[in-house]
């Protein structure tokens, strides 16, 4: 298992526009963030909850809680999105992702606070998980999400994935897209520089 150091991953945060140009910080899940994540999702309406957990939850259930602020404990991430609201830094997005290494796929799953929707936040953080699966390797990336969910199908496709039926499960429809980035054009700066620091760690082939 890899092992993280929160001053190292601090390094990893990018700067994101919605579309009416607002920044918003894209991090790596901290401590500190526990009760303000837990609120986020009690938050969320019902039906993003729903959609985003594929079930009925009012809150993140204290195990999975832990989980998502194990930042790469089983290679698997989660990304906080936030914004300045009223002086206070306020998570308005959230994203977790998976390396699996055996396949070069990334796997993610998202969510946007309601009262964020239609902004293009989901839009500009799909496009940095692909700078950070193209930099941790990844030679595509995918998700699942419920045939019913309209939104997130749209939002795929207008993001460039191709859809495929759900090996295991009828009421969900799997979205996929290859990456073709090399180091070199990967848009966002810190994830373009760990796609050069990973390939220089690599012995080459002379070697
Ligand atoms: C799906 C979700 C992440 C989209 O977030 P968002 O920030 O509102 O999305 P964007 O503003 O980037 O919109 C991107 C595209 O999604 C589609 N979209 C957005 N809102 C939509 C709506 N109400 N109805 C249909 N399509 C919609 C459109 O194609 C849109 O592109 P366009 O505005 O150029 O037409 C958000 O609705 C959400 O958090 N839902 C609950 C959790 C969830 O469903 N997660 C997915 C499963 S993991």
């Known amino acids: 298992m890899s092992t993280y150091r929160l001053e190292e991953l601090k390094q990893y945060s990018d700067t994101l526009r919605t579309r ?38 009012s809150e993140l259930p204290k195990g999975l809680l832990n989980d998502f602020l ?33 396949t070069s796929a990334l796997e993610f799953g998202l969510s946007v606070d309601d009262r964020w929707h239609g902004r293009g936040i989901a839009t500009a953080l799909i496009k940095n998980l692909e700078c950070r699966a193209a930099a941790l390797g990844a030679e595509h990336m995918f998700g699942d999400t419920l045939r019913s969910n309209e ?30 980035l090399a180091p070199k054009d990967i848009p966002c700066a810190s994830w373009r520089l760990a796609a050069f620091s990973r390939q220089a760690d690599r012995p080459s082939a002379s070697a």
């Open 70 to 102: 194990l930042v790469g404990a089983r290679e698997r991430f989660t990304v906080v999105a936030t914004k300045m609201v009223d002086g206070f830094e306020t998570i308005v997005a959230e994203a977790r992702y998976a390396l699996h290494a055996e």
């Open 151 to 180: 939104t997130m199908i749209s939002l795929a496709r207008t993001s460039g994935f191709a859809f495929v039926n759900h090996p295991d499960d009828w009421k969900l429809v799997q979205f996929d897209k290859e990456i073709h």
């Open 20 to 57: 009416d140009g607002e920044a918003i910080h894209v991090r790596f899940v901290e401590p500190r963030d526990i009760d303000q994540l837990q609120h986020y999702f009690r938050s969320l309406s019902t039906r993003s909850r729903y959609n985003r957990f594929f079930g009925a939850i």
